[in-house]
């Protein structure tokens, strides 16, 4: 059975920054492509970030230079680094395995 437990969000000021993590079980991080997704009140689920079994790593433009996904494959956690964060950051953040299976989310809220 996989589960993925995300971990790390909360309430920051703008330019602030976080580190989530996301903690797999029932499957291997490192052969799996790994991905962060984020979904807006009002919005659609959108792509922030992947990382696949080849270390390539995809991210949407609007979090570029800003955030980095990586993971640690003796942990089996895959993590996503955000910097300098935006309002517009604010969302329920969900880890996901080859976009079939899904966290539970856990919410960033960036606001002064």
């Known amino acids: 059975q996989v589960q993925l437990v995300e971990s790390g969000g909360g309430s920051v000021q703008p330019g602030g920054s976080l580190r989530l993590s996301c903690a797999a079980s029932?499957?291997?991080?490192?052969?799996?492509?790994m991905g962060w997704y984020r979904q807006a009140p009002g919005k659609e689920r959108e792509l922030v970030a992947t990382?696949?079994?080849?270390?390539?790593?995809t991210y949407a433009d609007s979090v570029k230079d800003r955030f980095t996904i990586s993971r640690d494959n003796a942990k089996n956690i895959v993590y996503l680094e955000m910097k300098s964060l935006k309002p517009e950051d604010t969302a329920v953040y969900y880890c996901?395995?080859?976009?079939?299976?899904w966290g539970q989310g856990t919410q960033v809220t960036v606001s002064s």
């Open positions: 996901s395995a080859q976009t079939y299976y």
């Open positions: 029932g499957i291997i991080v490192r052969l799996a492509t």
């Open positions: 990382i696949s079994s080849g270390d390539t790593t």
